[in-house]
């Protein structure tokens, strides 16, 4: 039953506002909490039935009579779907004490399983204005989760960032307009047929070309990246982590990634777009990240470098390449949640994000320390940490590929991205203890469990890796690299 | 309806759309929007399209209007905000060179398109909507909860965190 | 495609360019989201005039509504967001907006 990935999260959104007043302090928590336990175990249970059909599609009935949804779930959806249900729930848990100070809390809660439910949504969809909508969907819940402290700074970011997200999603949708009018379908596997009978025509660039701009604004591709490093400090620390860590790569990876692979066809002139546009996010975001005193806009900068690694894997073209991308994208779920989540910390202990104000908080937030250290050195690419592994992939992938420039520009790159984090470490934890902070406390107890969650998880993965990439990864590139043809999938063939 | 009145329809839907970005007061700005909308929905009764035209009249010049008005109506004083001129004088600059461009690339594409028919269609517009876009009306219903969900964190009591 | 389809999707362009240009020159807040607003109105117009010219109005009809169903969604958070602003800084003028930089 696919669609319970869908329908869950809405149900239980839709109830919370029903709640009476002597249960809205523990039911919100647990309700969104034990939802994506339940999203957590259905992915990974599904997971079997998956790899002996090759995949899934969920036709549904009422009453006997076929109703129109159908759903599909392959080796690519299913990836995301595992880190999303996976990196969300860490992030449930850590809501839990995190949000206190926020009032109440029942519209975040709705707010953000809508956003799950959008993401879900877009992650199952065989048609693309189902992507659009799901897109939206989650977009318009993550506009009011990112004001949600509706102090000064959340409200100016988010609204720079609606501006910005509505003219992106404008321009996907002239893209539905030209395929559509093209192909005369909807549906994904129907305009992959249907673009493989027509003649090459303009149109067909102009298409992708507006893909591109309108994904690549929600993936915070250089040049259309403007409104990450603004939306994503002023955010509450749970939301950022979501943001950078999930909704970036699902509303802009995962969409441009299957329309490029599995629709169009990946061109080697495409290839070579998407390997530029990695290494200017790579480098760009890397020396906009060095001068930052802000731990959290320093991280969003660091974002948008790190997505410029996951084009590089997907643009190398070959498996080794797609290998890389599509695990760095798990990797950086995880560790880029786990620092968010960190800062959170950090900011509700000491009150500030300005790096030059803190020092020393080792001594007296060890657990905090030593998961931001895990979380630094997978993203720094640091073994046997899991980002290691798929930044080596990727940098293998494009040797492979005899795209030299671009693997040494990567290395370089990770030499620069270790240095700023072990900057920001030392700064932040090690040294002197700046003496404003002898009072502080360790965070309560669900901000530090899901913060150790996801450094094991990072550690795991990191030692596990040969296993993980056979199961979860394997299958993804198969399907991104076997290219149009499994788009028959989504006739349900 | 001819030619010529399909034509003036176009002109007044540019026309009032252009009217609703560049007018000073607030106000006439958004009912220049409801009449483009207005003219927008004729647009569409002639192409025979009636369910969108209705769906226009009704959602997009009467309710969002009505939200543009009130959200005018709760922002007011405190003095305007001065727009500058010169974007205003220089509009119809660009106007006049953007039109040129774009009639020239739109005759230039029309001789290259070809384009496949697709499968023929079920003429009955509710079987359309819940027969064969049924995942599009659970998108809708979440999107409406979505938005309801986000005004109401936008307007609670105490979430203050500066 | 018939020149029809080519005379409504060059008046969409024209429409998408006007919005665009509204976006970078208007400094009122509510301002700048009417031009958004003139940018959904031309993809509306876009996709029924595909829609018509291939035959399928239904189906397109279909898509529009909800797209309209989802623009109403977006204008309400706008407006309540810009509310809340002009609660905080009591003007509407983007230039007060400049406290974060991209």
Known sequence: MLFLFIAIPLAVASILPLLGKISKRVLPDLLGNLTLVFLLGYTLWIGKELSQAGGIVQRLEWLGEPLAIVLVLDGFSHLMLFTVSSVALCVTLFSIDYMKHYGEKVPY?????????????????????????????????????????????????????????????????????????????????????????????????VCVAFFVMGFGLKAAIVPFHAWLPDAHPSAPASISAMLSGLLIKVSGIYALTRLLFNVFGVTPTLSTVLLYLGTLSMVVGAFLALGQNDIKRMLAYSSISQIGYILLGLGAGNPLGLLGGLFHIMNHAMAKALLFLDSGSIERATGTRDLQKMGGLASRMPLTAATSVVGSLSIAGVPPLNGFWSKLLIILGLIEAKHYGFALIAILASVLTLWYYLVIQRKAFFGKLNEIWRGVVEAPFWMSASTVILALGCIGIGIFFSPMLKTWISPAVEILYGGTVHALNFLGL | MGQSMYIFLLVGFVGFAILAIFLRDLLKAAISLAFSSIFLAMIFFHMKAYYVGVFEISVVAGLITVLFIATIGLTKGQGDVKERKIPLVIFPLFFIAFLFLDVVIMNALKTQMAVLSGKPEVPHFPQVLWGFRTLDLVGQIGVIFAGVFAVLALFRKGGTHE | MNSFWFLNMGVVALVVFLSIYGLLTMKNLIKLFIAVEVLSKGLTLAWIVTGYAKNHLMTAQSVAITFIVVEVCVVATALALIVNIYRHTKSLDIGKLTKLRG
């Open chain 1, 109 to 205: 809660y709705a707010l953000f399983l809508m956003m799950i439910a959008g993401m879900n949504g877009l992650l199952l969809s065989p048609d693309i204005f189902g992507i659009f909508l799901f897109l939206e969907l989650s977009a318009i819940a993550s506009y009011g989760l990112v004001a949600y402290g509706l102090g000064h700074d959340e409200l100016e970011a988010s609204f720079k960032y609606l501006m910005l997200s509505a003219v992106a999603s404008g321009f996907v949708l002239l893209a539905i307009v030209l395929l559509f009018g093209l192909t005369g379908s909807l549906a994904l596997g129907d305009i992959a047929m249907g673009l493989r009978a027509l003649p090459p025509s303009p149109l067909v660039w």
